[in-house]
């Protein structure tokens, strides 16, 4: 697993001090719900806070709460928030060891639950095939060597379209260019990610060479595909999993049975991402909609699940 810097463990650590002395969320409110501040986990958010509706529960708008993982791990241990459908694990292995959190060495009452999407998402770094083809690049060791290639603003370095600041694959790719060979030669180029991304399909439709951090279930997978103007340098497979509060888990065993047994096919995910992508515009009803038909679809197994869950509380 990738260290952080001691720099962004004293400041979530500082962070959480702050929300924990504003009180853990009374359980007679609603559930609170946050989501992922990147637009390919909005539908599942909107489905999460749906299911647990029909369970009989008030729920927060998850839209209302769309955070960084930077800033919503440390919450969901002070107790401001009772869960989300975001989790990307072992991306986000960071965030559940107390060190980073709090500054100490203590158990987190956070875990993840049940397999969202199991072993089928998948994280990492890509540059464009032209350019992989015509200088034989099959690592991040051929990007150094060849980074001018990649420079984009002139300062020497390849430029790598990285993440939004706070995401923990922002943290990792910082990480991995202060320790590994390649990094002297690369810089993360960070900012909004959709604007990143669009930024790489015009360079690369433009036969521009482009050095850019991707990830599945995305909209970027339909236009910057695999083995055919894309491909991979490095990947990692990551699990999607709902993370909650463990207190709130114990008070609510109802919720924690639905949270372990919802499961989300990679296609369905993908699907959605690729009609959010090729709208003009996309709104908070529009990502609302799309989960009423996800349910709507699937309305025997979603049954299945309720069922499960009751018995359970």
Not at 249 to 263: G, H, I, S, Y
Request: charged share 15%.
């Amino acid at each position: 697993m990738i260290k952080r810097s001691s720099t962004a463990i004293a400041a979530v650590a500082a962070f959480v001090l702050v929300l924990s002395a504003c009180g853990v969320q009374e359980e007679e409110g609603p559930v609170a719900i946050a989501r992922a501040n990147w637009s390919s986990g909005y539908m599942q958010a909107a489905i999460y806070a749906e299911l647990i509706t029909e369970l009989g529960y008030e729920v927060t708008d998850p839209a209302a709460a769309t955070l960084s993982p930077y800033s919503f791990y440390p919450a969901l241990a002070a107790g401001q928030y009772d869960l989300w459908a975001n989790g990307w694990f072992p991306l986000h292995d960071f965030y559940l060891e107390g060190e980073n959190v709090t500054g100490q060495a203590v158990d987190l009452p956070i875990e993840p639950v049940g397999w969202q999407v199991a072993q089928g998402a998948t994280d990492g770094l890509m540059i464009d095939k032209a350019t992989a083809d015509s200088l034989g690049i099959t690592s991040m060791d051929g990007v150094a060597a060849n980074a001018g290639a990649f420079d984009h603003d002139g300062d020497g370095k390849a430029d790598l379209f990285g993440c939004n600041v706070g995401w923990g694959c922002e943290s990792a790719i910082n990480e991995q260019i202060a320790n590994e060979s390649w990094g002297s030669s690369v810089e993360q180029i960070s900012g909004t990610y959709d604007e990143l991304a669009a930024g790489v399909v015009d360079k690369v439709s433009a036969g521009q060479s482009a050095l850019f951090y991707a990830w599945t279930p995305n909209w970027t997978n339909t236009v910057l595909v695999d083995g055919q103007n894309a491909v991979w340098l490095q990947s990692n497979v990551n699990h999607i999993r709902a993370v909650a509060n463990t207190d709130f888990l114990d008070r609510n065993p109802d919720v924690q049975r639905l949270l372990e047994v919802v499961a989300i096919p990679l296609g369905d995910i993908a699907a959605q991402n690729a009609k959010m992508a090729a709208a003009d515009e996309y709104s908070e009803a529009d990502v609302q909609a799309d989960a009423q038909a996800w349910i709507a679809a699937n309305r025997a197994q979603v049954d299945d699940w309720l069922a499960t869950a009751r018995a359970a509380g």
